[in-house]
């Protein structure tokens, strides 16, 4: 699946519809109940699939997380359904980022995590063991 096509579509736009509907996914509305002026957001989690939508309180939706290995309730994605690369190791994608030209940023000392800037997208590798653990698609802030 094309995860990155569907950043900065609305919550309600067919294609985005058409995810929801094939995975049975539910829409909770998480908003600020205690008042500390944070944003209304809305989820939509795919547990089964192993991954995870998230829409602002515009309900765009601004990130995307991919499990790559279970966690939190998540089964890890099937990596045939994911089109980004899914680098091995931390040293594979900072040479992959680099060989390319992706600008990016990565976790001081330990190899724990790079996120590359991809234009109107980034992409959050983590890594635990040096093991791809979850991927992090996000809208940039306007």
């Known amino acids: 699946m094309d995860f990155e096509s569907l950043l900065g579509r609305q919550l309600k736009d067919d294609a985005v519809v058409e995810v929801l509907d094939a995975h049975d996914m539910q829409v909770?509305?998480?908003?600020?109940?205690?008042?500390?002026?944070?944003?209304?957001?809305?989820?939509?989690?795919?547990?089964?699939?192993?991954?995870?939508?998230?829409?602002?309180?515009?309900?765009?939706?601004?990130?995307?997380?991919?499990?790559?290995?279970?966690?939190?309730?998540?089964r890890p994605i099937a990596r045939d359904d994911v089109s980004i690369p899914l680098y091995e190791s931390f040293d594979e994608a900072k040479q992959d980022f680099t060989r390319k030209g992706i600008p990016f940023r990565e976790s001081p000392g330990e190899k724990w995590w790079i996120k590359g800037d991809f234009g109107s997208n980034t992409r959050h590798y983590q890594f635990r063991d040096d093991s791809l653990f979850r991927v992090t698609l996000s809208t940039k802030a306007a």
Do not use: C, M, P, T
Request: proline share 0%; hydrophobic share 45%; charged share 30%.
């Open 28 to 74: 909770v509305y998480d908003f600020d109940r205690s008042h500390e002026n944070l944003e209304d957001v809305y989820w939509a989690a795919a547990q089964a699939s192993g991954f995870q939508l998230r829409f602002d309180q515009d309900q765009k939706l601004d990130v995307v997380f991919l499990y790559i290995e279970a966690s939190e309730g998540f």
